[in-house]
């Protein structure tokens, strides 16, 4: 029983001390992290480009069909079939707006 008691409390001093030691560590390493400092740039041209469609394809119920992105010229000529069987509705703030005809 005694030894027991013994191992249980030898135990809980060495989980206290590897913790205790694991903490101060820690408490290190973010030091460490917060001290340097990183700058950083982000150029978000692209990826506002990317966002709004230049030309939507929609159906009879105006419901979106399709999406394309990009310089209209380069669109309509890869998709030239497509083009050939739809009809421009509007234009607004350098977007397209193309009915399918089915």
Known sequence: ???NKLIAYVTAILL????TI???FAKDETKK???EEIEVKVDFTEFEKKTTPTIYLVDKNLDIKAEFYGDIDAIKSRFKPIFEK???LVEHNK???YLISE
């Open 16 to 19: 206290s001390f590897f913790l």
């Open 95 to 97: 977007r397209r707006v």
């Open 22 to 24: 694991g903490m101060v």
């Open 33 to 35: 992290e917060k001290d």
């Open 1 to 3: 029983m005694k030894t």
């Open 86 to 88: 739809s009809h421009f």
